[in-house]
């Protein structure tokens, strides 16, 4: 799990927060969004090798954090991804 960086902000910025990190997980990793729930985001996409990929995006409720979890059929993708996100964080 890829856990972004600490900061004191209140709710309502911590989901601003939220938007930016699904955003720029969809521009970078090139998945969709699947489902929006408050507090978080289901997406998915394919590998160029055509494995499924599935993330979930989640703001932390005890803290200023966002948590992104990654599942696919091969490991080192997943792996490859997060460590790919976070590079930019």
Not at 26 to 34: D, F, I, K, S
Not at 52 to 72: E, N
């Amino acid at each position: 799990m890829w856990r972004g960086c600490r900061s004191r902000r209140g709710a309502a910025e911590r989901l601003a927060s939220l938007a930016w990190v699904v955003r720029f997980s969809l521009r970078l990793l090139h998945l969709a969004v699947v489902e929006t729930v408050p507090g978080g985001a289901s997406l998915y996409g394919r590998s160029i090798q055509g494995h499924h990929v599935a993330a979930l995006v989640k703001a932390l409720p005890t803290s200023d954090q966002v948590s992104i979890d990654i599942k696919c059929g091969d490991d080192a993708i997943a792996n490859g991804l997060l460590s790919e996100l976070s590079a930019h964080f």
